[in-house]
T-cell receptor
Framework: SQTIHQWPATLVQPVGSPLSLECTVE??????LYWYRQAAGRGLQLLFY??????ISSEVPQNLSASRPQDRQFILSSKKLLLSDSGFYLC?????????????FGNGTRLTVT | GDSVTQMEGPVTLSEEAFLTINCTYT??????LFWYVQYPGEGLQLLLK?????DKGSNKGFEATYRKETTSFHLEKGSVQVSDSAVYFC?????????????FGQGTRLTINP
């Protein structure tokens, strides 16, 4: 069966420090991968998605970037964190072949920028 | 663009009460519809789905019917339990740049009191 792993689970970082969040998927190949952010008391916002290695699409301009160095690895990064980057970051995957396939989410990373 | 509107929370009910959380959507075409649940401190879990008009998704006593004529996908449960306390998200799936994109409602926080 397929599983998705995200780490770390929680992170406290000072303003201006770099960020690297990692997500890996097991049990499937060539998944579509996603990063969503959930700000406190708000809904979910799609940040990035990827349909293949090295292919990244960004939904909104921001202080973050994403990379997909391997088929089942998706990384969210920042060179210098802002206070507004605080939130709950969720990685998700879906099978690329079926239009109706739901997204499956990891357990998330809670990031607090101080 | 496509959008999802959920009833505003928070919703507080007593155990064994009947639950309805309203969800309506705006979309071109006929997207697949989903309900996700987020328990405290966790990621999102797929609760149920419906991929075409008049489909009924069901899981763990929850049900929702895809109503094309009213563009709705209301979540219902006949008798809620304390363990149902969580945030519930309605979402639609749309094709997006070779992948799929989930568009979420704002979420409805549900609290069940014993």
């Amino acid at each position: 069966s397929q599983t998705i792993h995200q780490w770390p689970a929680t992170l406290v970082q000072p303003v201006g420090s770099p960020l690297s969040l990692e997500c890996t998927v097991e049990g499937t190949s060539n998944p579509n991968l996603y990063w969503y952010r959930q700000a406190a008391g708000r809904g979910l916002q799609l940040l990035f998605y990827s349909v293949g290695i090295g292919q990244i699409s960004s939904e909104v301009p921001q202080n973050l970037s994403a990379s997909r160095p391997q088929d089942r690895q998706f990384i969210l990064s920042s060179k210098k964190l802002l206070l507004s980057d605080s939130g709950f970051y969720l990685c998700a995957w879906t099978g690329g072949s079926s239009y109706n396939s739901p997204l499956h989410f990891g357990n998330g990373t809670r990031l607090t920028v101080t | 663009g496509d959008s999802v509107t959920q009833m505003e929370g928070p919703v507080t009910l007593s155990e064994e009460a009947f639950l309805t959380i309203n969800c309506t959507y705006t979309a071109t075409g006929y997207p697949s519809l989903f309900w996700y649940v987020q328990y405290p401190g966790e990621g999102l879990q797929l609760l149920l789905k419906a991929t075409k008009a008049d489909d009924k998704g069901s899981n763990k006593g929850f049900e929702a019917t895809y109503r094309k004529e009213t563009t709705s996908f209301h979540l219902e449960k006949g008798s809620v339990q304390v363990s149902d306390s969580a945030v519930y998200f309605c979402a639609l799936l749309q094709p997006w740049g070779g992948a799929q994109k989930l568009v979420f409602g704002q979420g409805t926080r549900l609290t069940i009191n014993p």
